[in-house]
C-alpha cells in the first residue's frame, strides 16, 4: 500500500514537534511546515512557508500531500482582543486560502485543530456538548468558529477537532502558572476553589488525530476532545506536588480576596479560567471508538519530567 503523506502545519510547535513524531512511528510521511529552518528527524520534508498573514501559495506545498492536520494559528494569550484583523487572517482567512487550495489538490482528509472557545466562553453552566449552538466570546473563539465554517464551505473532506487547554513538555499559558505554583513550597489558597475544568494531554490529542485518520467515520465531523476526568485546580496542583514526592498544603481564602489578589499582580485573567467550570462531554469521540492514550497522572508527569530534564 501507498504510504501516506501527511502535511502538518505548525510542525515546530508545542503541539507540532510531538504530533511530527507520533505520524512517523504509524508510518505515515512527513511533511512539516514552518516559517523557519528547525531541525526535524531526516525522513521529514520541510517546507518553509512566510508567515499566515502573508497570502501563500499552497500548491507546490501540497504537492504529493493525501492529508493536511492544521495546527498554525494564533492563540489568544498572543495578542490583544482588540487586534481583530490579525486573528481574522491567521486564524480564519489564511485557514480559508488553505482549505480551498486542498480542495484544488485533492486532499484526502483536511484536520483542523479548532479550540472549544469556537463553541463557548471561559466557562459554562452545563457540559458543552458538540450539538450546542456555538456561542465564542472573544475573537479568538469566534475567528476559530469562522475557520471551521470556511473549511465546511470549502469542500474537502474534514475532521474538525475543538481541544480544552492542552497540557504536556514544556507548557505555556495557565499550564505554566500551575506548574510554577506547585513548585513553590508555600501553601496555597485553592481550598475555596471547587470548580472543575476538562484539560488534555497533548499525547491524547494526538492519538485523536491519527484514530480519525485510520478511521473514515470521522469524515465530516466536529469533535470535543479532552481527558477522560475533569480537574479541579486543587486536584491538579495535589497531582503535581505528588509527582515531586511532596504533599499539597492548603489554605482557604475566600475567592473575592483571590480574585483581587489577581488583580492586583495583574493576572485578572486568570479567574474566569479558574473559577468557572468548563467540562466538556466526549462521548461524540468515543462512540466511534477513540479512547484517551494515557489518564491525567501519567500525562502530568510526563509533563513533569520534561521540565527536569528527564527522558
Known amino acids: 500500500m501507498k504510504t501516506k503523506r501527511v502535511l502538518v502545519t505548525g510542525a515546530s510547535g508545542f503541539i507540532g514537534r510531538p504530533l511530527v513524531a507520533a505520524l512517523l512511528r504509524a508510518g505515515y510521511a512527513v511533511r512539516a511546515v514552518t516559517r523557519r529552518q528547525v ?57 480559508q486560502r488553505l482549505a480551498h487550495a486542498a480542495k484544488g489538490a485533492g486532499i484526502d482528509r483536511f484536520v483542523y485543530v479548532s479550540s472549544v472557545r469556537a463553541q463557548v466562553g471561559a466557562s459554562a453552566m452545563h457540559a458543552v456538548r458538540e450539538q450546542d449552538e456555538p456561542c465564542p466570546t472573544n475573537q479568538y473563539g469566534r475567528s476559530k ?20 487547554v492542552v497540557y504536556g513538555p514544556h507548557p505555556k499559558g495557565n499550564m505554566r502558572t500551575l506548574v510554577r505554583l506547585a513548585r513553590s513550597s508555600l501553601p496555597l489558597p485553592v481550598a475555596s476553589f471547587t470548580s472543575r475544568r476538562s484539560v488534555l494531554a497533548v499525547d491524547n490529542l494526538i492519538s485523536a488525530i491519527i484514530f480519525a485518520l485510520n478511521n473514515p467515520v470521522t469524515i465530516g465531523e466536529t469533535y470535543l476532545v479532552a481527558d477522560s476526568k475533569p480537574m479541579t485546580i486543587g486536584e491538579i496542583l495535589t497531582m503535581l506536588r505528588k509527582i515531586q514526592g511532596r504533599l499539597l498544603s492548603t489554605i482557604y481564602a475566600p475567592q473575592v480576596i483571590v480574585r483581587l489578589l489577581l488583580i492586583i499582580c495583574g493576572r485578572g485573567d486568570l479567574w474566569s479560567r479558574f473559577s468557572g467550570d468548563l ?18 497522572y501519567e500525562g502530568l508527569r510526563g509533563m513533569m519530567r520534561a521540565e527536569d530534564g528527564e527522558p
Request: glycine content about 4%.
Open 279 to 296: 467540562v466538556v462531554d466526549t462521548s461524540k469521540l468515543e462512540s466511534v471508538g477513540w479512547r484517551p492514550a494515557i489518564d491525567t
Open 39 to 95: 531541525s526535524f528527524p531526516d525522513s521529514v520534508e520541510v517546507a518553509i512557508v512566510p508567515d499566515f498573514i502573508n497570502l501563500i501559495d499552497w500548491n507546490p506545498v501540497l504537492r504529493g500531500v493525501d492529508v493536511i492536520v492544521h495546527l498554525a494559528g494564533m492563540v489568544h494569550s498572543e495578542i490583544h482582543d482588540t487586534a481583530y484583523s490579525e486573528f481574522d487572517q491567521i486564524n480564519w482567512i489564511a485557514t
Open 145 to 164: 468558529l469562522a475557520a471551521e465554517r470556511a473549511i465546511r464551505a470549502a469542500g474537502v473532506p474534514f475532521t474538525i477537532f475543538r481541544p480544552v
